[in-house]
């Protein structure tokens, strides 16, 4: 390993070459991860079925998009969510550089939108803490925040799918790439980088909705299982950091310098990495988007993602080692809005 574990390095303090390779890194995984879940349905359901999906999920391929494009349009949508609800961010925010023309021009009826929101529900202060729930009597508002997220979610991804034209094909991808290459900052860098975390896992939730519209919630779990454990999702998205952060190692040191800048783990989770040793370390998520979206509003889904994790989290440690030993210390529910979300604790065994 080439320098000692830090947990407290900020993504914009990588050397601008690490910063590159995860840029491109989530690049390709975005198109990984949609055609691992084609895959998935196309052998299940048909391919029919599949191509039906994935048209309803991004109307930008009825007009001959590529996997490229379609990820940058994705892009585009994250950045403007992230205008309406900037904690999105994890590692990033969104003062720390300015956002690429490309990437937040144009579209001029989302920025009515973003006004409106803001008239009518006003945006926290960034770090409040205030418990937004506790006890039986909480559940109530924790359900209306719940929905509020949900529905606000979901007429916004509705409003940007229906307002799909030619933009995304119009963004020159190799000049950006260029850009990336030599022209942007680390902070820049490290900001779009964490945009792009959050549209490589929109992925999932555009696949998961289109199954759950058409065949129910119970085949869309199972799908969703079968993309992230058996399909190797997980896995795909641990090897962007190992790989980005040259990780050679196979101990817990490793691993969790592995998680420092998996894209699927601190790209979109509020991730704190404490390594007690080389063999043994704990890692938790003190905010979790799913938790966030699903708390008192949809226990079926919040328990399913964290059957995802409790099969996953596993999986990462063995991946490395299969003498590395995962489990959990502490999971949802979450005793009020200021308790963490999740811990969990990794052994390398002597033996």
Known sequence: MSQPFDSRLKTHELPRETLVGLWRRTVRAHEHLSSTWFAAIDETHGRE????????????????????????????????ATELKPDMLTVADRDQAE??????????????????????????PRGSAAPAW??????????ARGKGIELGFVLLLKAWQASQGE???????????????????????????????LAYMLVTDRWYTGVRKRSGQAIAQSLEKAVW???????????IGQEAMGVTGDDVESLLRSFQFAPGEVGILDVELDLRSPTHGILTHHACPALDRFEHFDDAR??????IC????????????????????????????????CKWEYRLRER
């Open 49 to 80: 079925v599949a191509e039906a999906i994935a048209l309803e999920g991004w109307p930008l391929r009825r007009r001959g998009a590529t996997p490229r494009e379609l990820f940058f349009d994705d892009l585009r949508f994250i950045v403007a």
């Open 99 to 124: 956002m690429p023309s490309e990437l937040s021009e144009g579209r001029g009826w989302f920025q009515v939108f973003v006004a409106t929101s803001r008239l009518v529900g006003g945006r926290p």
């Open 134 to 143: 506790v006890g039986s009597p909480g559940r109530a508002r924790g359900l």
């Open 167 to 197: 933009r995304a094909c119009r963004i020159d991808s190799e000049a950006f790439e260029r850009q990336v290459e030599n022209d942007f900052d680390a902070k820049t860098l490290a900001l779009i980088w964490n945009h792009a975390a």
């Open 229 to 239: 454990i058996d399909r190797g999702a997980a896995e795909y998205d641990l090897q």
């Open 302 to 307: 919040l328990r399913h993602c964290c059957d």
């Open 310 to 341: 409790l099969a996953a989290m596993p999986i990462s440690g063995e991946m490395l080692n299969r003498k590395i030993e995962c489990k959990p210390l502490k999971l949802p529910p979450r005793r009020d809005a200021n308790d963490i979300a």
